[in-house]
């Protein structure tokens, strides 16, 4: 069987790709056009090319099953984060609005993840919340909507949201502030965001905007 299945990595690589079901991946696809190929010349339902293009088949989607049923546990646990945290998400919009208002989704965002960037230190605060309420910290404002009409709850989310799947391992998520940017002051236009409360340079906004 180990000769057959060198056999058949090496068709199915040959092999162009003619879709046949809409939700089968390019690999079931290959198979299938091999076995089909095969039945095509005559040969039994039992020869090792069909046997092992059916097994491949098959193998190809218990791990296409397996992976939809990870994202939606994983996207049910998501949910479930975000409502556990629902307050989190006012209170940082409050401290978007008031730290940020007038400014676009991408830079009211870094306000955002600046707060998320020192809780991930543990150095301002064991949970988000004393991090947002921390004494001196941040302005805040009881308002959820910012003046162009954004809805910061929202936006809060979507950053806890990015932040969630980046915990969990996943790359590139959007972020607009890099980790370690845990201080910011205003120049009257914009808030400059440092890594030291003093001596550091500002972040230059180097990070593709994921709100374009």
């Known amino acids: 069987m180990t000769r057959i299945r060198v056999i058949l990595s090496v068709l199915l690589v040959m092999v162009a790709v ?16 091999i ?14 090319i069909i046997y092992e293009s059916s097994k491949i088949w098959w193998e190809e989607q218990t791990r296409v099953n397996n992976e939809a049923m990870e994202k939606a546990e994983f996207e049910a646990s998501l949910q479930g984060f975000l409502n556990d945290h629902y307050a989190e998400a006012v209170a940082i919009a409050g401290v ?31 949970t988000m919340s004393q991090v947002i309420w921390a004494k001196s910290q941040f302005a805040h404002s009881t308002r959820k909507v910012s003046d ?24 590139n998520v ?15 236009k914009h808030n400059l965001f440092r890594t030291k409360n003093s001596g550091a340079g500002a972040y230059n906004f180097g990070l593709e905007d994921p709100y374009k």
Not at 97 to 124: H, P
Not at 155 to 160: F, N, P, R, S
């Open 18 to 33: 003619t879709p046949v079901c809409a939700e089968w991946t390019q690999m079931q696809t290959q198979a299938n056009q």
């Open 35 to 48: 076995a089909t190929i095969a039945r095509s010349m005559g040969l039994p339902e039992t020869h090792p």
């Open 96 to 126: 978007m609005y008031a730290e940020a208002r007038g400014l676009d989704k991408r830079e009211m965002s870094m306000v955002a993840w600046c707060i998320l960037n020192r809780y991930d230190t543990q150095r301002f605060g064991s």
């Open 148 to 171: 162009d009409g954004t809805d910061l709850v929202w936006l809060a989310q979507d950053v806890l949201s990015r932040w969630y799947r980046e915990q969990h391992g996943e790359q």
């Open 174 to 188: 959007g972020r607009t502030l890099p980790q370690g940017y845990c201080y910011y002051y205003g120049n009257g």
